[in-house]
């Protein structure tokens, strides 16, 4: 696969989208493309978009997958707004597509594919191919099932093997025309394939033409090349979302030298950190199926009650249906870590896109008050570090917390540096091991001046009985007790001992310190808020950017930080959930700017809007 005589050209960033069936493996070859880049050096950003049916009719827009990769020799906080490259293997995924595209966008389609009948199925009533509708764009027809067999031809495969391939003939051409390195992904495929070496021999047979096509196609006469990102000295591999989280919690679970259990349900799009924790036994993990939600926070919260890092996972339909555990949980003030890898709702609403709209019901949506902590990660890598702070909120204080990823963060992935274990915060925790009462007696419920945390007892500890349960302790005893004055008491002192978890204060990015107007974001708003602020300031104009980790409790100087400023603008996928807080906790007139298609913001639609704020107040 030696490089050819082609001329080369030098880019510094590039976005290109794979679309597709969902049987067409275009999430397989974003995923390889991503690697193949991210052994470059090059900074990587990504943002894979499934289905939200599980099996839609092949060839129909509802169909359709996709895998968008941005890479670039500089530090980029998006997946990108606008492809310079479509693939679309096939009309529905160029349609699906095409509008994203900005004017003279690179579309390579698979004309095997623009058949009468699978145009007629999106509504083409002839070929945009043919029909003059793609002049300003620069369109390349591959015949890409059609070559792929013919490639194929002499190695014995059945020809939907054969035809399958097709991806990697794509991937095989685009590793050519972006000079990705290749041995990676041929080692990849020996280890996928592995008990079918006739489809480890087509698939790089696949890839190997789609290289050697690029070489000797006259369509194709220049290759290009992004030079490796500046980026601090260490080791990085490339994450997604779910996979930090899970190693964060690993992680934890080595830092606190508890053993971590997970009991959850499969559900899209938290599924991924059970299938990743599942590899990690050796670490202590536990890991548990449970039959439904409301079985496995039960057992989470069990284990927790044992002497383990207690956690479940799930997104929102699986947090409505823990609710009550998560009350017993406050009632019983036991460490307990709950996932929510938040998606559209409301009810099955579009399981596989994304949005924060849980954040009303992570604070809020439980009976009685039942506060808890809510903290949530603003990228993939961040993720690893989110899971860390979660579970030192709950062994520290005993209590639950809530980590609010989303499906954009959680499928989406990023270089990941990876920390010396050194540096990682100590969570060290000590069991109950003696009584503590003056008299010789367990008090469950001897709170830690500091913390206000309680006692954490092992069942079985001699001299350490206490009672369990959902009624309302009594204080200190733990005794049930239905007094009027104690159920305040209590209810007054789980409340402060959240509003008593230390966390940092909101940093405020602001290049001139003259700007009037503060973007306030959480959770996974802060790619495309820090692009559309970058880009302001490079125009010379003054923005400052703030961004969430704790939602509950916020940040001690946040109301300082609030009022310093002319103008707040809260960017949410949601109706305003985050805004509504600010505005009745802090009486800032803050103003939200909402977006809820299941899709996370351009940073485009950001910077025309923030641009009209700051220009325009």
Known sequence: MAAGAKRVEQLDRVVIRFAGDSGDGMQLTGDRFTSETA?????????????????????????????????????????????????????????????????????????????????????????????????????????????TVGALSDLGVSKKDAERAKNMFALGLLSWMYSRPFESTLRFLERKFAKRPDLVAANKAAFQ???????????????????PAKMRPGTYRNITGNQALALGLVAAGVRSKLPVFLGA????????????????????????????????????????????????????????????TISLAIALELPLVIVDVQRAGPSTGLPTKTEQADLNMALYGRHGEAPLAVIAPKSPSDCFHAAIEAARIALTYRTPVILLSDNYVANGSEPWLLPSPDDLPDLTVEYATEPNGEDGRFLPYLRDPSTLARPWAIPGTPGLEHRIGGLEKADKTGDISYDPANHEFMVRTRAARIEAIEVPDIEVEDDDENARVLVLGWGSTYGPIGAACRALRQRGLPIAQAHLRHMAPLPANLGEVLKAYDKVIIPEMNLGQLAHVIRAKYLVDAVPFNQISGLPFTAATLESMLEDVVKNG
């Open 265 to 324: 349900y499969p559900i899209t799009p938290a599924s991924d950190i059970l299938h990743e924790l599942s590899k990690h036994k050796k670490f202590g993990i536990t890991t548990m199926q449970a039959e439904d939600e409301i079985a496995a926070i039960g057992a989470a919260l069990g284990a927790s009650y044992g002497g383990a890092l207690g956690v479940t996972t799930t997104s929102g339909p699986g947090v409505a249906l823990k609710g009550e």
């Open 39 to 147: 052994q470059l050096g090059n900074d990587i950003s990504t943002l894979p978009n499934f289905p939200a049916e599980i099996r839609a009719p092949a060839g129909t827009l509802p169909g359709v997958s996709s895998f968008q990769v941005h890479f670039a020799d500089y530090d980029i906080l998006t997946p990108g707004d606008s492809p310079n490259v479509l693939v679309a293997m096939n009309p529905a995924a160029l349609k699906a597509n095409l509008s994203d595209l900005p004017a003279g966008a690179d579309i390579i389609v698979n004309t095997d594919e623009f058949t009468k009948r699978n145009l007629a199925k999106v509504g083409y009533a002839a070929s945009p191919l043919d029909d003059g509708s793609l002049d300003g764009y620069a369109v390349h027809p591959v015949a890409l099932t059609s070559m």
């Open 209 to 227: 033409a789609g290289w050697n096509f690029g070489e000797t196609t006259e369509d194709f006469a220049i290759r290009y090349e992004v030079k």
